[in-house]
């Protein structure tokens, strides 16, 4: 079978008592062991089986095998949030003393985590061009824990070549992390662009219609400690499982992934084709657009898709500020990759808090729209945006 048929009709670890199609979500807790050797063999990783929800749950379990199917990666992980993806796979490689290797070109909140959260645990950013490959080389050193980047940049729509910087990353001895919630793993293969440890927020394009929170950490086989590390110490001593009920969610929206993921991006492409006349636009950046920087990099990484996020600029913020305020269809909302489209002003909300300067080197510039395509007539779309720039 396909990956996509595989994933549909996985079977569950164990038998479901009723026959269930959809998997039953297990709000519980706790789980019964048959005697005490089961229960020590269970907690003491001789015998695979839920122990304790914190760390292990068969809903969750189950939408990790169907990404693992999905992926062809050797172990998935589902937490909480994208951030807590993020946060608990850097904190499983990196270690006092070490340094991450990654760009200024990242969401705000992973900036911050890595440019201050994790400074203060004494491990350093280093902060550099990815798409200079001599200048990555030269910024990796035997104490670098890894090379961190987004495949398509939120918002820049900056796109690295992966498997270059997988070749200078494993020439120098370190992995190669990549955050890949731009761009759906159903659409890319990165493991085998020479990517060791995918991670992504689940809360777009899995969630679907915003429902649900979530993250995910998919190992390609980086090295056997890493996903003893992340199982058997982070999720034990930091507690960012995946709740039960988001598992469920994200497993329906999994089901409807690719479909909906393609109309969203067929939509996102439309669109960017048409704002390029509309007057009162004065540049828009979508990677899809044949006269992008970087859209033939991403047509060979990532297939004829590219994502359902573009942005747009106006002459100031101010009127930026009057657009989103007169929007009737578009929803001002932050998130990516709802059913619905959302529009949102990155400087003054999730770079709000970073400085004009960090704001300028990090291309973050105060006359960004960026929005978020999702799955109404693309005319529709194009009429609430006309109407609000007039």
């Not at 760009?103 to 200079?132: Q, Y």
């Not at 992390?177 to 991670?199: K, M, N, Q, W, Y």
């Not at 990677?287 to 359902?308: I, S, Y």
Request: with cysteine; hydrophobic share 40%; charged share 20%.
């Amino acid at each position: 079978m396909n990956r996509e048929t595989a994933a549909l009709h996985l079977a569950y670890t164990r038998p479901d008592a009723y026959g269930a199609l959809s998997v039953p979500v297990y709000n519980n807790v706790s789980y019964e062991f048959a005697d005490a050797q089961t229960m020590s063999d269970v907690f003491c990783n001789r015998i695979k089986a839920p122990d304790y929800s914190r760390v292990a749950n068969p809903t969750v379990t189950n939408l990790e095998q169907r990404v693992k199917v999905l992926t062809g990666a050797e172990h998935v992980t589902a937490f909480n949030s994208g951030m807590a993806a993020i946060s608990n796979t850097l904190m499983a490689v990196a270690g006092q003393g070490g340094n991450i290797v990654t760009s200024w070109h990242l969401f705000g909140n992973t900036l911050a985590l890595i440019g201050r959260t994790l400074l203060r645990f004494g491990v350093t950013p280093r902060l550099c061009d990815l798409t200079n490959l001599a200048e990555v080389e030269k910024r990796i050193d035997e104490k670098t824990c890894c090379v961190f980047l987004e495949i398509v940049t939120n918002p820049q729509l900056e796109v690295a070549d992966l498997e270059a910087l997988a070749s200078i990353a494993h020439k120098k001895g370190t992995v190669l992390i990549a955050d890949s919630t731009v761009i759906p793993f159903t659409e890319t293969h990165l493991g085998d662009l020479g990517v060791d440890i995918e991670v992504l927020s689940s809360t777009k394009y899995l969630s679907g219609g915003g429902t649900s929170l979530g993250g995910l950490v998919i190992d390609y086989g980086c090295k056997p400690e890493f996903n003893q590390r992340l199982k058997q110490e982070q999720l034990f001593n930091f507690g960012a499982y995946m709740p039960a009920q988001s598992a469920y969610m994200q497993t329906l929206g999994l089901e409807t992934l690719a479909v909906r993921y393609r109309q969203q991006a067929a939509n996102a492409l439309a669109l960017a084709e048409a704002l390029q006349n509309v007057k009162g636009i004065v540049r828009v950046d979508y990677v899809g657009l044949p006269n992008h920087r970087f859209h033939d990099l991403a047509q060979r990484q990532f297939g004829p898709t590219a994502g359902a996020m573009l942005t747009f600029d106006l002459e100031s913020q101010q009127a930026c500020f009057n657009f989103l305020n007169r929007l009737k269809i578009i929803h001002r909302a932050t998130n990516l990759f709802d059913n619905r489209t959302l529009a949102i002003h990155p400087a003054s909300t999730i770079f709000g808090l970073f400085g004009d300067k960090e704001k300028r080197v990090m291309d973050v510039r105060p006359t960004t729209i960026r929005l978020s395509v999702g799955l109404e007539a693309v005319e529709d779309l194009l009429s609430d945006i006309k109407q609000a720039l007039e």
